[in-house]
């Protein structure tokens, strides 16, 4: 259990610091985080700003003010404390807390935002949109085999990153697509057609809907249907199908993409070309897994989709798609949740104020960076169990009059 005398040692310590020197940078900091750990957000607020302007790139400070300001109902205030992780030397380990928040935060962006597009529906507009704006959503899968379900989306996240390769479109996020899937209520099926592909449109601000549909014979042969729709009149812009042998999946998947274009009338470079050509993993039960991540992690289970890609590196470990997957979802899955969650989580792993009996210890905690944050903040890990919330109860001194400056 947390030592309430300790705690308030540390914290008039902090304090007596700062009464001393207004810029001590690491009493402004350690009250900081403190206060947010034991969620006084006010008091947090005013040392975290302090602490940023006696140095604004340190990452903790990053993460902790990206959680105060959610705290304050300010997510894009939040978001652009927390996209700051690209600053961040790769091995701290607020890095991957970061980009996880950022990703999660982001996430909850979105689906916020297509909910609130579907409710003024009607008044929305597409003469702005370009029809260079493309949404591919999942294809449709005709067959009876059940393990190929999960095709559906592996094959539209390889079209999507193929078709990203073409300097004159814009593809949407697939999070994005998934938002508008799950406002539709498109339960059947993901996939879109003349009838639906207007208000998927409106809703994505997306010029051109791609969709399509494929199938596995018993035979093992395949085929795989590709076409677009223009979001403003209804039309069918473009319709493509190639078909072959399962063994073959991967070389026709770039027939079908190569085949759409040219009948998009898109003119490809050289280096475009050779682009899309690059085939990321020539193994099936590789791409299976990878399109069953793909599938848990458009549901948010994160954790689930993690074994998964996991899994596809296992059996190609030269598939770079599935490792910077398991990279993401691994990132959200430590900082995804309610900011309350987080912090929650912060206090255990990342104490501000050390038991100095657990010292001693702290190196063999050094090996625990997958499941912990690392002992080598400035605050050092606490040996303890994590106090309740509630079980912290002290009368602490008031944060003094700001600096003069």
């Known amino acids: 259990m947390d030592d309430p005398e300790l705690n308030k040692s540390q914290v008039n310590d902090w304090t007596d610091r700062i009464n001393k020197d207004s810029h001590d940078f690491e009493a402004l900091k350690n009250l900081g985080i403190y206060y947010m750990q034991v969620k006084e957000n006010e008091k947090a607020r005013y040392y975290l700003d302090h602490a940023l ?10 993460l902790y003010k990206g959680i105060n300001l959610e705290f304050f109902n300010k997510p894009e205030e939040a978001i652009s404390y927390y ?8 091995d701290s380990p607020y890095r991957e807390l970061l980009e996880g928040r950022y990703l999660w935060l982001k996430r909850q962006k979105i689906y916020s ?3 609130s597009l579907a409710k003024v529906e009607d008044q929305s507009s597409l003469e702005n949109v370009s029809a260079s704006t493309l949404a591919v959503f999942p294809l449709m899968y005709h067959g009876f085999n059940e393990d190929y379900v999960p095709l559906s989306r592996g094959f539209s996240e390889m079209i999507s990153i193929d078709l990203a390769k073409v300097k004159n479109l814009t593809i949407l996020e697939r999070i994005r697509i998934q938002a508008v899937i799950d406002e539709l209520k498109f339960s059947q099926s993901p996939a879109v057609d003349q009838t639906t592909a207007p208000k998927a449109g409106k809703l994505l601000k997306a010029g051109t809907i791609v969709s399509g549909d494929y199938d596995i014979s018993e035979e ?11 979001v403003q009149t209804s039309e069918r812009k473009s319709f493509v199908n190639v ?3 399962l063994k073959d999946l991967f070389e026709l998947q770039k027939r079908v993409v ?9 003119e490809l470079t050289q280096e ?14 590789a791409f299976l897994s990878y399109s069953r991540g793909l599938v848990q992690e458009d549901a948010g289970n994160f954790k689930e989709a993690e074994t998964f890609y996991q899994n596809a590196i296992q059996i190609d470990p030269n598939f770079n798609a599935a490792g910077n997957k398991l990279e993401t ?10 900011k309350e969650q987080m912090i929650t989580s912060l206090r255990t792993n990342d104490p501000v104020i050390k038991d100095q009996s657990s010292i001693n210890i702290v190196s063999n905690r050094q090996q625990n960076l997958g499941n912990n944050i690392s002992s080598n903040f400035i605050q050092g890990i606490d040996s303890r169990n994590p106090a309740q919330d509630q079980g912290l109860e002290l009368v602490l001194p008031e944060p003094p009059p700001p600096p003069a400056r």
């Open 220 to 230: 093992k042969e395949f085929k795989i249907n590709l076409g677009s729709w223009d």
């Open 113 to 115: 935002e297509v909910d």
């Open 272 to 285: 475009e070309k050779e682009a899309i050509a690059y085939i990321p993993t020539q193994n099936l039960d």
């Open 258 to 266: 190569f085949a759409f274009l040219e009948n998009t009338g898109i």
């Open 83 to 90: 996209q700051k992780f690209d600053q961040v030397p790769f």
């Open 329 to 338: 979802t691994q990132s959200i899955g430590k900082s995804s949740g309610s």
């Open 243 to 245: 078909s072959g042998e």
């Open 53 to 62: 302007e006696e140095n604004p790139v340190d990452p903790a400070l990053f």
